[in-house]
């Protein structure tokens, strides 16, 4: 079975540029969250989504946006891009009845804002 | 404000020793803690996890510690195998929360020397 796939593995924006990242959950996986990577730091949570309906929003700005497709498939869009956007975007799903919680990950997305 | 520490950015094991690593964590409503392991180039994979209502979980050479009255969780494996270098993460949230919003330590990076 495939794992949580991501897109782009990499890219490199500009400042005030956009960026759109997505991610296929674990088939049977309902549940899709976002996380950013900052270089020498833990993940930090920005979007969690079950069932197309956003469940839980982390501390970023409203530049920060996500969907979720009704084939559970999940989309981060970040808007205005900055520097210190640059980081490794990590998608991860869970799947019902997982009773140890545990979120599956993909193996992200590397953006660079130059 | 970092509510999940590990205060020890790197360790260095010998094969075959235990490796000791250690996580504190500082909001009381935190209840359920996972630890993660990441290789690089690679997306953070899923070791053990630990209900506050326990305080050990064992999976084969891994086993997990909570100290509630502490704040406090350690990782413990035995024995070390090179195959265990990488970063780990320790991560807790409030799983009452219905959100799987987890909060990740800033990781320590492990090193099993052969």
């Known amino acids: 079975d495939a794992g949580v796939t991501q897109s782009p593995t990499h890219l490199i924006k500009t400042r005030g540029q956009q960026v759109t990242l997505r991610c296929s959950p674990i088939s049977g996986h309902k549940s899709v969250s976002w996380y950013q990577q900052v270089l020498g730091q833990g993940p930090q949570f920005i979007f969690q989504?079950?069932?197309?309906?956003?469940?839980g929003r982390g501390n970023f700005p409203d530049r920060f946006s996500a969907r979720q497709f009704p084939n559970y498939s999940s989309e981060l869009n970040v808007n205005a891009l900055l520097l210190g956007d640059s980081a490794l975007y990590l998608c991860?799903?869970?799947?019902?009845?997982?009773?140890?919680?545990?979120?599956?990950f993909g193996e992200g997305s590397r953006l660079t804002v130059l | 404000d970092q509510q999940v520490k590990q205060n020890s950015p790197s360790l260095s094991v010998q094969e075959g020793r235990i490796s000791i690593l250690n996580c504190d964590y500082t909001?009381?409503?935190?209840?359920?803690f996972l630890w993660y392991k990441k290789y690089p180039a690679e997306g953070p994979t899923f070791l053990i996890s630990?209900?506050?209502?326990?305080d050990k979980n064992e999976d084969g050479r891994f086993t997990v510690f909570l100290n509630k009255s502490a704040k406090h969780l350690s990782l413990h494996i035995v024995p070390s195998q090179p195959g265990d270098s990488a970063v780990y993460f320790c991560?807790?949230?409030?799983?009452?929360?219905?959100?799987?919003?987890?909060?990740f330590g800033t990781g320590t990076r492990l090193k099993v020397l052969a």
């Open positions: 909001n009381s409503m935190f209840d359920y």
């Open positions: 630990i209900s506050s209502i326990k």
């Open positions: 989504y079950y069932e197309k309906e956003e469940r």
């Open positions: 991860a799903s869970r799947g019902a009845g997982t009773n140890t919680g545990e979120l599956f």
């Open positions: 991560a807790a949230s409030p799983r009452t929360s219905g959100t799987y919003k987890y909060i």
